[in-house]
């Protein structure tokens, strides 16, 4: 089993920046997925970024240019810096972690962006 931890979140006004970490535990192997989906209230739920073992990343389109996600400085970790801020990012941001067919999800963290 593979746990998730996920940290960061909150509100903020337009414009203004958050950071959410996510950190993973457990059985885990050395070839994954790991990254960031959110789901409003009344949508489903869509990929925000994510990264893999091997470094590479990739971005929903309503976030190119504003998120970045990365590798934390502790190991397992996962850090999503989300930068200009806008209402419609308002929805709670889920960790995911994908390695062997399987995947995992975290509690999921609130974000509320207010113009």
């Not at 885990?28 to 990929?47: D, V």
């Not at 062997?100 to 113009?115: A, P």
């Amino acid at each position: 089993q593979v746990q998730l931890v996920e940290s960061g979140g909150g509100s903020v006004q337009s414009g203004e920046s958050l950071s959410l970490s996510c950190a993973a535990s457990g059985s885990l192997y050395s070839i994954w997925n790991m990254g960031w989906y959110r789901q409003a209230p009344g949508k489903q739920r869509e990929l925000v970024a994510t990264i893999s073992s091997a470094n590479f990343t990739s971005y929903g389109e309503s976030v190119k240019g504003r998120f970045t996600i990365s590798l934390g400085n502790a190991k397992n970790t996962v850090v999503l810096q989300m930068n200009s801020l806008k209402p419609e990012d308002t929805a709670v941001y889920y960790c995911a972690r994908i390695s062997r067919g399987n995947v995992y999800w975290g509690q999921g963290t609130q974000v509320t962006v207010s113009s």
